[in-house]
């Protein structure tokens, strides 16, 4: 009998975790140590100092808590016959979610990639199917994963559906979409990236990772889901199911996804460098060349198209434009010293619309047009197009859009743990949200000269009242102090005179919606 030694490693987040040999073989690789150069959280960094962790660490520990809960539920339910090979194609797609996302992580699918080739849809889950197939061919893996029992014609497809879920075809025209493992072993899929309720090891890491690297509070126990994390059958299908008790521990779970959303990934500043980011990579795009396989030239956005191209592009692409001295980027390069001196595009306001008037999708290209057009009734300062404007359409949920995702997590009793069931909101607290999602329209001035920053506050202002908003909008604080009525003006006509005796004092207008 072979005995397999584990590697440990010493993880900030997770103590000393231990790692199978195969998941140290895939680590040692080029297209796997490319994510030590990708920011976890992007332009955020320029925001939260200790924002620093790389997509590289965040791998490493999905991979770790994928095998801690496979492991458990293998320790603690015998009968649902987890063989070690399951086990072992958990990690990896644990380990190998995240090899396709590009330079600053979200920005480059969600920002750049969108509007560089707006012909295709593009996510960084399909770079990651394709990597790790470039990852196991490059390195010759296919000998080792058979080495350690795993069977690559049948675990590929496992280890990609766990990654990006059934194939549409076959999710269309079956009451089972999966190929790489029968109904039998449906919990499985759930581990590393849960379609159907988003519960995952994926967020357990992240939240964990994020909250320690930026300063914020993790009040999700995801060690206390795992100890009583159990499969049931529902309808017919084996789900991951937990105990009744933890079910404030589930809503804490989802409370803390909006909390990082609202404090730190959506961040007006950090949100505002990304985009400046994504402006000058956009602008650079045609004369950057990025070599890829048998000498064929890419650019930062058809990088995609090849992977060992994909391999080369990291965030590291920043700095070759900033430290260009092609006159050609001059452009981008402004872009990147102004986010390096602090000159960033200025935040003009945002406003929460009403769920029935919220921004539709084929709505968001034509809002910048709309801002300028709104002209307010007194003359603006400053005369603005539609391209001195940004509209970041934020949208915030508990990951379901508008659905509450516990109503899709069942829980069992310790008194009959083999039945689970849905527990509605209101057996838990009338204290619960009544609502699982909102959006933010935010907006931006890339002029960012104090009188056009007015105006665009101005426009603003009148774009919010032509739409009809209930709510007023929020204005950042006027850079243009405006004039200091006489007292005369602002005062009752007795206590004139009296003011007269006292020193003038000016008084600070806030710009309202009227």
Request: neutral net charge.
């Amino acid at each position: 009998m072979v005995v397999i030694v584990n590697k440990v490693i010493n993880d900030p987040i997770h103590g000393h975790i231990e790692l199978h040999p195969l998941l140290i073989g895939i680590i040692d690789t080029p297209q796997f140590q490319r994510l030590r150069y990708i920011k976890q959280l992007g332009g955020s960094y320029y925001v939260f100092p200790g924002a620093s962790h790389n997509r590289f660490e965040h791998s490493l520990g999905v991979a770790y808590l994928a095998g801690c809960l496979v492991r458990a539920l293998h320790n603690k339910q015998p009968e649902l016959q987890i063989t070690e090979r399951d086990m072992l194609c958990v990690q990896i797609a644990g380990l190998c979610h995240d090899l396709g996302h590009g330079p600053f992580s979200h920005l480059f699918d969600g920002k750049f990639i969108p509007i560089a080739r707006p012909e295709i849809k593009w996510s960084h889950e399909q770079g990651s199917i394709k990597m790790f197939e470039h990852l196991v061919k490059s390195n010759g893996l296919r000998k080792v994963m058979k080495s350690y029992g795993l069977i690559p014609e049948e675990d590929m497809t496992f280890i990609r559906e766990l990654i990006i879920g059934p194939n549409e075809d076959s999710s269309q025209n079956s009451s089972w979409p999966y190929k790489g493992r029968p109904i039998e072993k449906s919990f499985l899929y759930e581990i590393v990236a849960n379609k159907r309720n988003g519960v995952d090891v994926d967020k357990w890491d992240y939240f964990a990772r994020d909250c320690h690297h930026l300063g914020l509070q993790n009040n999700f126990d995801h060690k206390r889901f795992i100890k009583f994390a159990r499969v049931c059958e529902v309808n017919n299908i084996k789900h991951i199911c937990n105990r009744e008790k933890e079910v404030w521990n589930l809503y804490e779970m989802f409370h803390i996804r909006t909390c990082l959303h609202r404090r730190a990934y959506q961040h007006r500043v950090g949100n505002i460098i990304e985009t400046m980011i994504t402006d000058a990579f956009l602008k650079a795009d045609p004369y950057m060349e990025i070599t890829g396989a048998k000498g064929k030239k890419y650019r930062i956005s058809t990088a995609i198209d090849d992977v060992e191209a994909f391999t080369k592009l990291t965030d590291s692409i920043f700095l070759e434009i900033l430290h260009s001295t092609d006159p050609r980027l001059d452009e981008s390069r402004k872009i990147l010293r102004n986010i390096e001196c602090r000159e960033l595009y200025r935040y003009v306001g945002d406003i929460l619309p009403p769920a029935e008037q919220r921004i539709k999708k084929e709505e968001e290209e034509s809002l910048p047009q709309d801002l300028a057009d709104a002209k307010p009734q007194d003359l603006p300062l400053a005369e603005l197009t539609a391209e001195d404007f940004v509209v970041d359409v934020i949208n915030m949920d508990y990951g379901m859009k508008d659905k509450n995702p516990m109503n899709y997590i069942e829980f069992y009793s310790k008194s009959n743990p083999n039945k689970a069931a849905v527990i509605a909101k209101h057996e838990v607290s009338q204290l619960l949200p009544e609502r699982f999602s909102e959006q933010v329209i935010r907006v931006y001035c890339k002029k960012t000269d104090p009188e056009s920053v007015l105006a665009a506050q101005k426009h603003f202002e009148e774009w919010c009242f032509s739409r009809n908003f209930r709510e007023k909008p929020q204005v950042g604080e006027s850079v243009v102090p405006p004039k200091t009525p006489r007292k005369s003006d602002r005062m009752p006509p007795d206590s004139v005179q009296a003011s007269h005796r006292h020193e003038h004092t000016p008084v600070r207008r806030n710009l309202a919606y009227n």
